[in-house]
C-alpha cells in the first residue's frame, strides 16, 4: 500500500526556511558570521549568575504555573507599569511564552483563522507569513519604501505610504503586525506613524500584533512609542517582548505577551493546549535579572540603556567599515541589523544559473569567497516585493570585537581581491 | 504623563460590558464577529487549572499534579552548573532549531540500542519543549479536518483539547476493568481493551491512535500481545501511532516496557515521544523529544520551525550530559534508570498499604507514579448530589482538598466529555514523594478513618 500519509494541509508549502539554508552555510567556524541574529557578547554577569543560583534550588526543576511563572510575571508587570504608565495585572494580562516566537505564534493562532487577512509590513521578520498562512489566513503585503529614491542614509527614510496603507484594509482585515523597532531595517516607528496605523486600526476594528523585541535598542535621537499607549490601542493590541533581545541570552528562549485580558485570555488557552508551561529555572532566573534592572530605571547603567550605548558605537562602527568597502549602508535608528546596498559592488553573478534572487546568489558568494556571512533581504520580502529589495543583504551587528575586527580585515581587502 | 487621557467611547463601553469576552466593541459599533479564532472552541476548559490553584490554597499534603516533591538527580544539576561555569557563554544563545547536537546524538545513540535499528539524530530525533509539545506537533503535523484519531480512555487529559484544535475527530475505546475474581487487589494489567471493540473503532477515516504506555492514570503497561493487536490493526488500516512513553523507565515488578515501534511494520508508522521531566525527574526542564522515521518527522520539524522554533540551550546541555552518563551505566545497578524505578516501586508499595489499610481499593499501577484507587467506601462523607452534571469523584476530589487537606484528581478529568461519568468513583494519587509526605498522606487517610469509624 503506497504511504498516504502526507503533511496536513495547514503546513503546506511552509517547510523550507531561510535559516535552515544559511546558518548550515555558515557554520563554518572560519566564516565571519553577522548573519543569523545571534550576539557572540557575553550576557552580562548578574543574569548568567542568576541562572547559576536557580540551579540549587529543588523546586526550581519542576513544573510552574502554566501562564508564567509568578516571580516573573510580576517583574514583568512592574517593568510594563513603568514604562506604560497603567496597570497591568500579571495573571491576567500576561503570558509567557518559548521566546517571542512563541508568543506570535499563541497569538495568531489565539486570533486569526481562515477568512481573515492580516497586514505585514514588509520587509517583515520571515516567520509572519507561514504563521499566517499556518492559520489559514491570508497575509497582505505593504512595502516600507525608501524616501529619498533609493538614496537612504537612514532607517528612518524608509516610510509607509498612508494612502497605500489605507487601501490595504477591507472589512475581513483581522490585523496587522508591526514590528518596533524593526527587524531586518531598524526603523523605529514615530508616533505620527504610528498615530496613522492606530486610527486605521480603530476605523477599521483591526488588532494590531506589536511585535517590540528590541524594544530597549533604540539609537540617540530615537525614542521607543508603545503603539499600545496610543489612545484607543490597548483594547486591541498584543505587545510582544524577548528576553533574549533585553538580555543578550537568545538561547533561554523566553517571551512574553501582554494586553487586555480578554485577548490574552485567549493566548492563554492556546498555550494550555500546545505546551502548558515553560522552563522554571529560566523564568526565574529572568525573574530576578528584571528586579535587579527594575530598581535602576531611573539609572543610566541600567542594562536596558546600557546595551543600548555599546551597541550604539558598534553600529557606528560597522557603518564605517562598510562605507570604507564602498559598501551603502542604511544607519538603523534601533536594533542590531543593518541593511545594506550592495549594487553599487557591481558584482556580476549572472554566470550562477541558480533560479535564486541576486541577493541570495550574492551572500553565498560573498561567503565562499569573502568568508563574512550576512542573510539576503529579499527571505524578509512577500512574493510581489523581492525584486525591490533583492539588492540589499543585512548584517548583525551586536558581535564582539574581534569579530568585528575580523569584518574589518575581509571588508578592508574587499577592492583588492577581484571576485 | 497623561494618563488615560481622551478615554475613547470604546473603554467606556468595554468597562460597562465586563465578562463579555466574545466581541470587542467598535467606536462605530458594527463589530459582531467574534475576536478569538474557532479552533479554541470546546478546549478552554482545563483541569488543571481548577485543581493546581485548589490544592495551592488548600492542601496540606499533594498528591495530585504529576511531579516529584524530591530533588532531581545530582548528577544533572551538577551537569547544569557545570554548562553555567564552563566559560561557554555560546551556551545562553541559539542552538540547532531541530535540536542541540549533543542531545539528538545521545538520544539517537541510546534509542538505536533500544530498537535495534540505526537512527540518524538529524533526521530520526527532533528535541521539543516537554513531551506536551511534542504530542502537539504530532497533531498539527498529521491530523487534518475530518480525520479521526483514536483515544484509548482513561487517557492524559490534553489529548482531547489537542486533537480537536487540529480540526480532527476523537473517537474513544475504553479499557474496562476485569476484577480478579479472588477478591484481591486489582492490578492495571486487569483493565483491558476488548479486540472487537477496539477493532470497531477503525475507519477509513482513522488518522492516528495515541498510545499511552505506561499508561497515564491508570498506570498499566501494556502487553505484547495487547501491542501487539494495536499494532496488526493499524498496520490493516494503515493508520499511525503517536506513542507516549514518557514513564518508559517506571514499570515495577519485573515487568517490561516495550516499545510498539520495535513491533512488525510499525516503525515506519510510529512517532515516539519521551520526557526529559519523566525521565530524571525535573519537569521543570521542559525537555521532550520525538523519535521516528523521517518521512514523519519532517512534518513536525515544519510545524516546529513555525511554532516555537529553538528550545532552551542550557537544559538540553545538561539533559544531554545526564543520558551519555545512563549510557555508560545502562543495565548496571548505578544506573538511574534501575534505581529510579526501585524507590518508586517502594513507594508504590507504601502506598497502596496506605491506601488498602484505610478502606480506599488501590488498583495496583504496573508503571508510571500514578495510583487511581476506588474510593466508594468514603462515599458517605460526601453526599451525591442527584442531576448534578458534576461527577461524583470531582466532588469528591474537591472537597477532600478543602476538608481534609488531602490533593488528589479525580478519574473523570481522564474521560471525555461523554463519558465523564463512567467511573466516577476512583481518585489519582501521585506516589513521586519524599517518604515524608507519603507519610503525611497516611496520618490524614488513618485519622479519617477514625473518624468514620467512631461517627
Redesign the interface.
Known sequence: ?P?????????EG??S?V??EFTKVAADPSIVNLG?G???I??PSYV?EE??KV??V?????????FGHPSLVKALSQVYEKVC??KIDPLTDILVT??A??SL?STI?????EGDEVIIIEPFYD?YE??VK??GAKPVFIPLRCKNDGNSASSADWVLDPAELASKFNSKTKAIILNTPHNPIGKVFTREELQVIADLC?KH?T?CISDEVYEWLVYKGNKHIKIAML??MW??TVTIGSAGKTY???????GWSIGPE??I??LQ??H???????????QEALAQAFWTDYRRMDDPDCYFYSLSRELESKRDRMAQLLKEAGLKPVIPDGGYFMIVDVSTLNVDLSDVDEKQPYDYKFVKWMIASKKLSAIPLSAFCGPETKKQFEKYIRFCFIKKDSTLDAAEVILKNWNKQTG | ?L??????L??FL?EKNSGA?RS?????A??SRP??????EG??K?I??EF?KLAATYSKVNLG?G??????PEFL?EA??RA??GGN???????R?FGHPPLVKVLAQFFEKLLGRDLDPMTNVMVT??A??AL?CCF??????GDEVIIIEPFFD?YE??VK??GGTPVFVPLRPNPPKDGKLMSSADWQLDPAELASKFSERT?AIVLNSPNNPLGKVFSREELGLIAGLCVKH?V?CISDEVYEWLVYDGKQHIRIASLQGMW??TVIIGSAGKTF??????VGWVVGPD??L??L???H???????????QEAVAQGFQRELMLYGKPESYFVQLPKELQQKRDWLVRSLDGVGMKPIIPEGTYFLVADISQFKSDVPDVPNSDEPYDHRFAKWMVKNKGLAAIPLSAFYSEAHKNSYTNFIRFCFAKEEATLKAANDILQKWKQEKTSS
Open positions: 500500500m504511504f498516504r500519509h502526507k503533511n496536513t494541509r495547514r503546513i511552509l517547510d526556511n535559516w535552515v543569523q545571534l550576539p557572540d557575553s550576557p548568567k541562572l547559576a540551579a540549587a529543588d523546586r526550581l526543576n519542576q513544573y510552574t504555573r502554566g504608565g497603567r518559548v521566546g516566537y512563541g505564534f493562532q489565539a486570533l486569526i483563522e516567520c507561514p504563521m499556518m492559520a480603530i476594528d488588532l489612545p484607543g483594547e486591541r543578550s541570552v537568545t538561547g533561554w528562549k523566553l480578554y485577548l485570555k485567549h488557552v492556546v494550555q493546549n500546545t505546551l502548558y508551561t515553560c522552563p522554571t529555572p529560566l | 504623563m494618563r488615560r487621557a481622551g478615554q475613547s470604546c473603554h468595554l469576552g470587542w466593541c467598535s467606536r462605530e458594527k463589530m475576536v478569538q479564532a474557532r479552533r479554541l478546549i478552554d482545563n488543571w487549572v493546581v499534579q511531579f516529584p516533591d524530591f530533588p532531581a544539576t547544569f552548573s553555567l561555569g557563554h555560546m551556551l545562553h544563545q541559539y542552538t532549531a519543549v516537554g506536551y509539545q502537539f498539527q503535523a498529521l491530523v487534518d479536518e490534553c483539547p489537542m484544535m487540529a488518522k494503515d499511525l515506519e508508522r525527574s525535573a519537569t521543570g526542564w521542559k518521512r514523519l519532517k512534518h520539524r515544519t510545524v520551525q513555525n511554532s516555537v522554533y529553538h528550545c532552551a540551550t542550557i537544559a
